[in-house]
């Protein structure tokens, strides 16, 4: 228990555990590969549980059974669907309702937030394209130089475009503002 603790703190902080694995560790310590995985267990399912483990109040089979429904209940249907309802409540209600199965809602859930980095990244990607590139042509003669004439078919400079360019603008600096980034 104490080296499986251990290897999670120093994954927690960031710093490689090391390249030993838990078989080469436990056959370095004496531990049979089993008992690391029934700690690693605890570890996982029922936390509060280490301190005691390792104290000898408690035993590792003790602690791991209890980790084992810890973990059948955190796996159980009722425990996805509370799950879902926090982070996605309309979806949960289909669920519910029976118009949607809970693997369903779930596949459906995991589309969404995939769209939704998807659309994130795109967004990203434009806006670091596009206003770098604005900021720079600001104080040049750029403007006076522009020429209707050569413009790519499709994607002329109109005041048009210029005031909805202005509006945008406005309303990402507000966005910014909001959402205090830099």
Request: glycine letters at 6%; a negative charge.
């Amino acid at each position: 228990m104490i080296t499986v603790k251990a290897r999670s703190l120093k994954e927690q902080e960031g710093r490689s555990p090391g390249e030993q694995t838990a078989r080469s560790l436990g056959e370095q310590l004496g531990v049979a590969l089993a008992v690391m995985g029934r700690a690693s267990t605890v570890l996982q399912h029922a936390p509060d549980l280490v301190d005691p483990v390792i104290s000898g109040d408690m035993g590792l089979n003790e602690a791991y059974e209890v980790a084992k429904e810890n973990k059948a209940q955190a796996d159980s249907a009722e425990a996805q669907l509370a799950r879902l309802r926090e982070e996605d409540p309309q979806l949960a209600d289909r669920v519910v309702a029976r118009e949607l199965t809970l693997p369903g809602a779930w596949a459906e859930r995991k589309a969404r937030v995939e769209e939704d980095l998807r659309q994130r990244r795109v967004a990203t990607q434009l806006l670091c394209e596009v206003l770098p590139s604005l900021a720079q042509v600001r104080g040049s003669r750029t403007f006076a130089l522009y020429d209707p004439e050569l413009a790519p078919p499709g994607r002329a400079v109109t005041r048009e475009v210029i005031e909805h360019a202005s509006t945008a603008l406005a309303e990402m600096a507000s966005v910014w503002k909001e959402r205090d980034l830099p």
